[in-house]
Structure formats: structure tokens, C-alpha cells
């Protein structure tokens, strides 16, 4: 709905001759939301081929919601081919799902300052302007296997913790990847499957 208000719009005061339309209005629209995006890549050796173009798209993705002013992240997630997570205790985790194969990192946010963002963006396209196979910005970045089910686990707290920072009411999750997880991996015992 639209509605005028009591003061003066002093752009359009000079056409009170020829418009009676000289007042300030509000717009109100009917069931608005607060809209958040969040983003996770999927980093697998499948992807190497496709990645650039990926990642391009999400790039155009990122400007679109810093344009509108819609809170966004984006992660990258794969297997952990370097061991940066710490191991999974077999004797805290007995019958539960092993998560110290899986990766997901950070790659931008809608909270970085214009510096850190710009530099973020560069990163993330830079690789991904030149030739058709992905190459690396890093050792984190490097193409291993798809965790997709336990990327989907993890990402319920990422959303949780998303939607309470920036208050927001409709989260849109996309996952971007080429198919089918690796399959999860439990602990019982002391054995893994």
C-alpha cells in the first residue's frame, strides 16, 4: 500500500502548478521479510572442471546481495586432504558420525569492511578467471571429495548462527555442487566405517 504523508516532498515542490502530487508517500508492502543468503561450494575433484564458472555465478550472486543490501556467506567445503581439523576422539564419538574428514570454510560475507571484501572477492574470482580447470589459491581450496551429507549437518548450525546475527526471517540455502556425497562416515569403537 501506498499512502501520503503530511510533509512536503521538496524535490517535486516545483510542480505544484501542473501536479497535486507534491507530498511525501510510504510504501508498505504486505508480508515483507528480512532475506539472508548463504552459499556453500562444493570443492571436490569432479568440480575441477566446472568450478570457474561456479564460481563466476556466485560471484554475480555476492554483488546482486551487497547491491540490495541482503546479509550473505558464502563457504567452500571438501574432504580435509591436509588434516587441519582436529581427529575425532573414538571414545567421545562412539556411534556417531565422524567429521574430521570434512572442510567447510569461509570464502565471504556481507560483514566484511570494503577492504577485506574486495580482497575476499579477488581471491575467490581471481583463480577462477584464467583457463577452464580450477587451480588452487591455496592448500585449504584444493580439490578433494564431496562431505555433502555432513556439510548439511554442519550447515544447520551455520544457518542458526546466521539468522540470529542479522535477525533474518526467509534464509535461502544453496548448495552448489555436482552431485553425490562420498557417503558418511561413523565411529564405533574404536573403528571407522
Do not use: W
Not at 56 to 76: D, H, W
Not at 120 to 137: E, K, T
Not at 152 to 167: C, G, P, Q, T, V
Request: charged share 25%.
Amino acid at each position: 500500500t501506498e499512502s501520503r504523508t503530511g510533509r512536503l516532498n521538496m524535490n517535486k515542490l516545483h510542480q505544484y502548478k501542473i501536479d497535486d502530487n507534491i507530498f511525501q508517500s510510504v510504501t508498505q508492502l504486505a508480508d515483507a521479510k528480512d532475506h539472508g543468503m548463504i552459499m556453500f561450494i562444493d570443492y571436490s575433484g569432479s568440480m575441477g572442471s566446472m568450478l570457474n564458472a561456479v564460481i563466476r555465478q556466485t560471484a554475480v550472486l555476492v554483488m546482486f546481495c551487497k547491491k540490495v543490501g541482503i546479509p550473505f556467506e558464502v563457504y567452500g567445503f571438501t574432504t580435509n586432504m591436509y588434516n587441519f581439523c582436529k581427529k575425532v576422539d573414538p571414545i567421545d564419538v562412539s556411534d556417531q558420525m565422524a567429521f574430521d574428514n570434512t572442510n567447510v570454510f569461509e570464502l565471504l560475507s556481507s560483514r566484511l569492511n570494503k577492504r577485506e571484501y574486495r580482497k575476499a572477492m579477488l581471491g575467490l574470482v581471481g583463480p577462477a578467471i584464467s583457463g577452464d580447470y580450477y587451480r588452487p589459491n591455496s592448500h585449504i581450496e584444493s580439490l578433494g571429495g564431496t562431505p555433502l551429507d555432513e556439510t548439511i549437518i554442519l550447515s544447520a548450525e551455520i544457518i542458526d548462527r546466521f539468522k540470529k546475527k542479522h535477525r533474518i526471517q526467509k534464509t535461502n540455502v544453496i548448495f552448489l555442487t555436482d552431485g553425490e556425497s562420498n557417503g558418511y562416515r561413523t565411529v564405533i569403537g574404536t573403528d571407522r566405517y
